[in-house]
């Protein structure tokens, strides 16, 4: 690839787990995709179904984002629900590392957000997200392929 700009484009399977103090909690799968809006700006839609590991209980999700890119930056804004239009995390790419790293953290009343995404190769990268404050203690990794 030619920019790490090119990774969040068309359409792409997703997975993910979410371990909360350090225990699998919930496995999920789904689609995302990435439309261009202009050069510098994608809206990204997932959707798909999260299983909780314990009860085994199906539940729906759908999220979507607003990418922003400015040189070696990426600003992530909420696309929809109550937050739509604010900013949920700025990232720096890293050249050296192929990795976004986060600028800021995300907080969530009292939780702490914070995140980094991996570029693999052309078929694949992966989104680490931690959580942690008085009310969560939370990891989700998801892969997109």
Same mark, same amino acid.
């Given at each position: ?5 090119? /990774? ?7 997975? =993910? ?6 225990? #699998? ?24 179904? $999260? ?10 999700? =759908? =999220? ?8 070696? #930056? ?6 929809? &629900?109550?937050? +739509? ?5 700025? /990232? =720096?790419? %890293?050249?050296?590392?192929?990795? #976004? ?13 914070? &995140?980094?995404? +991996? ?6 990268? /992966?989104? %680490? ?9 939370? !990891?989700?990794?998801?892969? !997109? $392929?």
């Amino acid at each position: 690839m030619t920019s790490f700009i090119d /990774y969040f484009t068309g359409k792409w399977k997703l997975s =993910r787990e979410i371990f909360i103090a350090q225990k #699998l909690y919930a496995t999920g799968v789904g689609v995302a995709s990435f439309v261009a809006q202009n050069n510098f700006e994608r809206i990204y839609n997932e959707s798909g179904k $999260t299983l909780v590991v314990d009860t085994q209980t199906s539940i729906p999700f =759908r =999220r979507s984002f607003l990418y922003h890119f400015d040189n070696n #930056l990426m600003s992530v804004f909420f696309n929809d &629900g109550f937050d +739509q239009g604010k900013l949920y995390q700025d /990232y =720096r790419h %890293e050249k050296s590392t192929d990795q #976004l790293v986060a600028t800021c953290q995300h907080l969530c009343v009292a939780d702490n957000y914070n &995140g980094f995404y +991996q570029l693999i190769n052309q078929q694949q990268f /992966y989104l %680490e997200t931690r959580i942690v404050g008085p009310k969560k203690d939370t !990891f989700i990794k998801t892969t !997109f $392929t």
